[in-house]
Nanobody, 124 residues
């Protein structure tokens, strides 16, 4: 099994940036596709981005393309979500998750391992 811990959230003004980190422990992160999801109050958990095991493939939610970048360093068991040009509608708790299926899935139900989340708040 893998354990995931997110960090890097905070309060930022619109147009600002945050660098979210997801650090894996236990089984090596390189065994998993890693996804980032977010959940705003009253909403379902929503796909944001995913990255393949070796980092060669990525997938993004349409509304974050060109603003967010997902990357990974398997040597450090870390996945980064760089968020730029943040908007108030990006406000949510951001979670990283791992799936062993090997496909860049957008369905949260198909990810078996989750972190505790990190709050991102974007003020207007």
């Amino acid at each position: 099994q893998v354990q995931l811990v997110e960090s890097g959230g905070g309060l930022v003004q619109a147009g600002g940036s945050l660098r979210l980190s997801c650090v894996a422990s236990g089984r090596a992160a390189s065994n998993y596709v890693i996804g980032w999801f977010r959940q705003a109050p009253g909403n379902e958990r929503d796909f944001v981005a995913a990255i393949s095991r070796d980092g060669s493939e990525t997938r993004y939610k349409d509304s974050v393309k060109g603003r967010f970048t997902i990357s990974r360093d398997n040597g450090k068991n870390t996945v980064i979500l760089q968020t730029n040009s943040l908007k108030p509608e990006d406000t949510a708790v951001y979670y990283c998750a791992a799936n062993s299926v090997g496909i860049l899935l957008s369905n949260a139900n198909l990810y078996g391992f989750w972190g505790q989340g990190t709050q991102v708040t974007v003020s207007s």
